[in-house]
Structures are given as C-alpha cells and as structure tokens.
C-alpha cells in the first residue's frame, strides 16, 4: 500500500509564503485524485484543493487565487504552493490520494501563520 508523507510546513508570518510535498512510497498513477485537506482545532477536516491526473483542479473558495496544487508524477509528489498566507490558514495539513478501491491519507504538516 502507498504511503504519503507531507514535508513543508512551519511557522510563517501573515503574506508569506509556504510550499508544502506530499511524497508517495509509490507510483501516484494509480490515484485519479490527489488532493489536499486541512483541519483547524476545534474544527472539522475541509477540503483545500484537488488535482486530477489529467491535471484539472478544484480548490475551496477560501484559497482560490492565492494556493496553486500541482502534482509530478514522475517524482511522485504532489505539491501546494501557499501564498499570502493569512492567520486563518492555520491548521494541520494533509495529503489524500483516491484510489478506484483505496483512499490514503498522510499524517499531516502543521502550517502556522502568526505575527
């Protein structure tokens, strides 16, 4: 079974800048999906942004025009470059890749934007 580990996150200060990786142990070919997800404290698990295989994206409203997905599948990693981060964006980030019979997650990159 891939596995997925997210790098990238940290502290940043509001209108900065992060890119976050998700790494798989394997060949994402097999995910038609790949996506991002975040979870604030105290609040449930929302989508941010996802890509297809064939390159289509979809993102939350809240982020759109400021995070841009992005996947390489010869590297097998997909990508989310964040900017003009805000306090709100705040929250540990996770990597999804869906599968026709999985669904795997990583265990998450903590993404703080603080002054």
């Known amino acids: 079974q891939v596995q997925l580990v997210e790098s990238g996150g940290g502290l940043v200060q509001p209108g900065g800048s992060l890119r976050l990786s998700c790494a798989a142990s394997?060949?994402?070919?097999?995910?038609?999906?790949m996506g991002w997800y975040r979870q604030a404290p105290g609040k449930e698990r929302e989508l941010v942004a996802l890509?297809?295989?064939?390159?289509?994206?979809n993102y939350a409203d809240s982020v759109k025009g400021r995070f841009t997905i992005s996947r390489d599948n010869a590297k097998n990693t997909v990508y989310l470059q964040m900017n003009s981060l805000r306090p709100e964006d705040t929250a540990l980030y996770y990597c999804?890749?869906?599968?026709?019979?999985?669904?795997?997650w990583g265990q998450g990159t903590q993404v703080t934007v603080s002054s």
């Open positions: 999804n890749a869906k599968g026709p019979l999985s669904d795997t």
């Open positions: 394997g060949s994402i070919f097999g995910f038609p999906v």
């Open positions: 890509i297809t295989s064939g390159g289509n994206t």
